[in-house]
């Protein structure tokens, strides 16, 4: 059957219908890359997010002791030295426990041969 013996009513139905087939198929392929980059999406946000947060929090108290122990250091005020100490050891207290929950936030989404 050639293409060439149809009406041209038949040979534009045929054009159109392959133009939708293509235009559908184009439309699936879209949903199913979307799915995967929601996938994706997914995995970000639940995993290397709250560690991410968790790493800008031990920076910013790793950065307040130093700034607390720079003031330690510098400050010829010996009352306030009591002080300096309390702070820093407040800070180490926070900085434990964040250390603590990102050890427990790798344990669990890291995979068991990354797990050490």
């Known amino acids: 059957m050639h293409l060439r013996n149809l009406s041209i009513a038949r040979r534009a139905g045929i054009g159109f219908a392959l133009i939708a087939a293509l235009v559908a198929l184009l439309g699936w392929f879209g949903l199913v890359q979307m799915s995967a980059i929601r996938s994706s ?3 970000i946000e639940n995993q290397w997010l709250p560690s991410m947060r968790l790493v800008n929090d031990i920076r910013d108290l790793m950065l307040r002791t130093r700034t607390i122990s ?5 400050d010829p ?3 306030h030295i009591v ?3 309390n702070q820093m050891d407040t ?3 926070e900085l434990v426990g964040k250390i603590e929950q990102l050890d427990a936030l790798k344990n669990l989404w890291s995979p068991p041969f990354l797990q050490y």
């Open 41 to 43: 999406e997914v995995t």
């Open 70 to 74: 720079l003031r330690l250091a510098v």
């Open 77 to 79: 005020n010996p009352q």
């Open 91 to 93: 800070r180490g207290k």
């Open 83 to 85: 002080q300096y100490r």
